[in-house]
């Protein structure tokens, strides 16, 4: 909570309206999902104390690994879903949606306006769950090898009700650190224009 204080603090300065939440990694204790799910509740019930104040929303980002408390889109929304405020949403990153097999027929059936964030980004055609599945496997969408249905993420998250209000590329392949901040900065613009255009 004091780094939460912190944050809050930067966002002011920053006129940020939006704090990512990132779920506990290598829990030391065999906690159930019941459990995690209950642990969670709770501390975003905390939180929202804290940031409904200055209208700054938090956006909980499940994350596709399977040693992450939450790592799959169906157990976020369940969470988000039971604190049930309106500062309280999910950050859905494609490459996450799909490395732990999130369920299509669950965000089908998600209210979309509970979707704070899309993150864009492709990735390599790799087994769900496997540990050398990670962030370097990242794409740009649309890249040679880029195995993820865009066109069925744009359309779903369409019909479920998301504006669209925030979009951001997010890739962490080794390749693309190699570009300068200008090139990686000026290519993430490009590739994300390109892709709003054809799907959305």
């Known amino acids: 909570m004091a780094k939460l204080d912190q944050i809050i603090a930067d966002c002011l300065k920053l006129q ?3 704090i990512a939440v990132v ?3 290598d829990l030391t204790v065999p906690a159930t999902l019941d459990e995690i799910r209950a642990d969670a509740v709770a501390v975003l019930r905390e939180m ?3 940031v409904e104040l200055h209208g700054i929303k938090l956006s909980i980002e499940f994350c596709g690994c399977p040693t992450m ?6 157990d976020a929304y369940a969470i988000v879903q039971e604190v049930n405020h309106p500062l309280v949403g999910i950050t859905l990153d494609q490459y996450h949606f799909h ?3 999130s369920s299509f027929e669950a965000l089908e059936k998600a209210d979309g306006k509970k979707i704070f964030v899309w993150h864009l980004n492709g990735m390599e055609n790799m087994p769900c769950g496997a540990a050398y599945n990670n962030d370097e496997k990242r794409l740009w969408p649309g890249e040679p090898g880029d195995c993820l249905d865009h066109k069925r993420y744009a359309d779903t998250l369409k019909k479920i009700g998301f504006e669209g ?3 951001t590329m997010e890739v962490f ?3 693309y650190y190699k570009l300068s901040n200008e090139e990686n900065i000026k290519k993430a613009a490009e590739v994300t224009r390109a892709h709003v255009e054809k799907y959305w």
Do not use: G, L
């Not at 408390?69 to 169906?74: P, T």
């Open 16 to 18: 940020c309206k939006m």
């Open 69 to 74: 408390s939450i790592n799959r889109f169906e």
């Open 48 to 50: 929202v104390k804290k």
């Open 23 to 25: 779920p506990s990694m």
């Open 165 to 167: 209000d925030v979009s």
């Open 99 to 101: 490395a732990m097999a």
């Open 173 to 175: 392949r080794p390749d």
